[in-house]
């Protein structure tokens, strides 16, 4: 049986074939997509101007669930979420029973402990909305 490739070596050819599987990586690089399957919850989060997620950010970090509470009403004024497919309200009520399922579970910190990763999500979320915002006038050649 013959040995296994040492770090750095190219892995020997199978006899009989004229150039390497392409299952195997090579020198050249691997392009890999990554795409985070969100459930209904998470993918309601809104898409918010940076100033108005880093206060849901501080609302949820010091009374859990008011941050996710006010960011459901940021739905309501037209804020754009990864869920596409469903009406507005029901993306409302998705955001207000995030906000209760956090009040509610505070008392034993899992509650306290997912309102900061929802303000944290909401940040990044606002974060690559503006990104999108100020790139977008140069695709279009605006600027």
């Not at 989060?45 to 859990?64: D, E, G, H, R, S």
């Not at 804020?79 to 029973?97: G, K, Q, S």
């Not at 990763?117 to 100020?134: C, N, P, Q, R």
Request: charged share 10%.
């Amino acid at each position: 049986m013959d040995p296994l490739p040492k770090e750095g070596e190219p892995a020997p050819a199978a006899p009989g074939a004229g150039e390497p599987s392409r299952g195997t990586a090579s020198s050249s690089g691997v392009v890999v997509q990554v795409r985070e399957k969100k459930g209904p919850l998470r993918a309601a989060i809104p898409y918010m101007p940076f100033p108005v997620a880093v206060i849901c950010l501080f609302l949820n970090t010091f009374v859990p669930g008011l941050g996710t509470f006010v960011s459901a009403f940021t739905v309501l004024c037209g804020a754009r979420t990864d869920l596409p497919d469903r009406h507005m309200c029901c993306v409302f009520w998705l955001n207000i029973a995030a906000a209760l399922i956090q009040i509610l579970t505070a008392i034993v910190m899992v509650g306290w402990i997912m309102s900061i990763f929802w303000g944290m999500d909401m940040v990044i979320l606002a974060s690559k909305y503006s990104a999108i915002i100020v790139s977008t006038p140069t695709l279009l050649g605006l600027s």
